[in-house]
Protein backbone atom coordinates (compact mmCIF):
# COMPACT_ATOMS: atom_id res chain seq x y z
CA UNK A 1 0.00 0.00 0.00
CA UNK A 2 1.43 3.71 -0.82
CA UNK A 3 1.65 5.39 2.15
CA UNK A 4 -0.36 8.83 2.69
CA UNK A 5 1.65 11.71 3.58
CA UNK A 6 -0.15 14.19 6.03
CA UNK A 7 1.02 17.81 5.38
CA UNK A 8 1.62 19.58 8.41
CA UNK A 9 3.74 22.35 7.49
CA UNK A 10 3.46 24.75 4.26
CA UNK A 11 5.65 27.05 2.55
CA UNK A 12 5.85 30.63 3.15
CA UNK A 13 4.77 31.42 -0.61
CA UNK A 14 1.20 28.88 0.29
CA UNK A 15 1.04 30.65 3.59
CA UNK A 16 0.34 33.63 1.98
CA UNK A 17 -2.47 32.36 -0.58
CA UNK A 18 -4.44 30.72 2.41
CA UNK A 19 -6.46 34.04 2.49
CA UNK A 20 -6.86 34.68 -0.87
CA UNK A 21 -8.28 30.99 -1.55
CA UNK A 22 -10.69 30.98 2.01
CA UNK A 23 -12.01 33.79 0.19
CA UNK A 24 -12.86 32.24 -3.22
CA UNK A 25 -14.38 29.54 -1.53
CA UNK A 26 -16.50 31.16 1.00
CA UNK A 27 -17.69 33.19 -1.80
CA UNK A 28 -18.98 29.88 -3.58
CA UNK A 29 -19.73 28.17 -0.48
CA UNK A 30 -21.85 31.72 0.03
CA UNK A 31 -23.12 32.06 -3.58
CA UNK A 32 -27.13 32.29 -4.06
CA UNK A 33 -26.56 32.01 -7.38
CA UNK A 34 -28.20 29.55 -9.68
CA UNK A 35 -26.05 26.58 -10.59
CA UNK A 36 -25.29 25.69 -14.69
CA UNK A 37 -27.94 22.84 -15.35
CA UNK A 38 -26.07 21.55 -17.68
CA UNK A 39 -23.19 21.05 -16.35
CA UNK A 40 -24.68 19.91 -13.05
CA UNK A 41 -26.60 16.90 -15.16
CA UNK A 42 -23.70 16.07 -16.95
CA UNK A 43 -21.80 15.35 -13.43
CA UNK A 44 -24.68 13.64 -12.28
CA UNK A 45 -25.12 11.41 -15.16
CA UNK A 46 -21.98 10.16 -14.68
CA UNK A 47 -20.67 7.32 -12.57
CA UNK A 48 -17.66 7.32 -10.20
CA UNK A 49 -15.13 4.74 -9.32
CA UNK A 50 -12.99 4.63 -6.14
CA UNK A 51 -9.88 2.17 -7.70
CA UNK A 52 -8.79 0.69 -4.37
CA UNK A 53 -6.82 -2.61 -3.37
CA UNK A 54 -8.32 -5.56 -4.51
CA UNK A 55 -8.49 -7.09 -1.02
CA UNK A 56 -11.31 -3.98 -0.24
CA UNK A 57 -14.91 -5.69 -0.07
CA UNK A 58 -17.00 -2.92 1.55
CA UNK A 59 -17.35 0.37 1.08
CA UNK A 60 -16.12 1.68 4.97
CA UNK A 61 -12.98 -1.07 3.62
CA UNK A 62 -12.65 1.51 0.97
CA UNK A 63 -12.94 4.90 2.21
CA UNK A 64 -10.41 4.32 5.24
CA UNK A 65 -8.11 2.52 2.94
CA UNK A 66 -7.88 5.64 0.69
CA UNK A 67 -7.24 7.87 4.09
CA UNK A 68 -4.41 5.05 4.95
CA UNK A 69 -5.97 2.86 7.47
CA UNK A 70 -4.66 -0.99 7.23
CA UNK A 71 -7.45 -1.53 10.09
CA UNK A 72 -10.95 0.19 9.06
CA UNK A 73 -11.90 -0.20 12.97
CA UNK A 74 -9.65 2.58 12.61
CA UNK A 75 -11.44 4.81 10.85
CA UNK A 76 -13.84 6.51 12.65
CA UNK A 77 -14.32 10.23 11.61
CA UNK A 78 -16.30 12.42 13.84
CA UNK A 79 -17.95 13.73 10.74
CA UNK A 80 -18.30 13.10 6.82
CA UNK A 81 -19.39 15.39 4.25
Not at 3 to 23: A, C, D, H, L, V
Amino acid sequence: MTQMTMITKTTSEQGKQIPEFRQIWTTIALSTKSANRQQKDASIDCEYFLHVHPHIRTAHQGVAWTFGYDNPADYQPDKET
